[in-house]
């Protein structure tokens, strides 16, 4: 099992960051088999792609809610440290519990 769940969208409220707001998250590490994930499809050409985050922030982003960890952004690279059998990531985790 690479992921805790399996999801299809977020049903966290909206938290309101911008892209640029991420940055100011510092990343810490989370297993992944504790992440649920917010998209149930990606693209297997970007997965592939070693530039794959040129344009984007180095970390996933997830949100901590309700208890739960939600992968907001970032399957991509989640899915590729679990094809180098990693278990942690290094992430960004907004934790909308503590607001």
Do not use: C, N
């Amino acid at each position: 099992m690479i992921f805790k769940a399996v999801g299809d969208g977020r049903p966290y409220p909206e938290h309101g960051l911008r892209p640029g707001d991420w940055a100011k998250v510092p990343p810490r590490q989370v297993r992944l088999d504790q992440l649920i994930t917010t998209k149930r499809e990606l693209d297997l050409q970007s997965l592939l792609s070693r530039d794959s985050t040129f344009y984007g922030d180095l970390f996933p982003h997830v949100v901590h809610w309700r208890g739960e960890l939600y992968l907001e952004d970032g399957l991509h690279r989640a899915l590729r440290a679990a094809l180098h059998q990693r278990v942690v990531l290094h992430a960004r985790v907004l934790d909308l519990d503590s607001r």
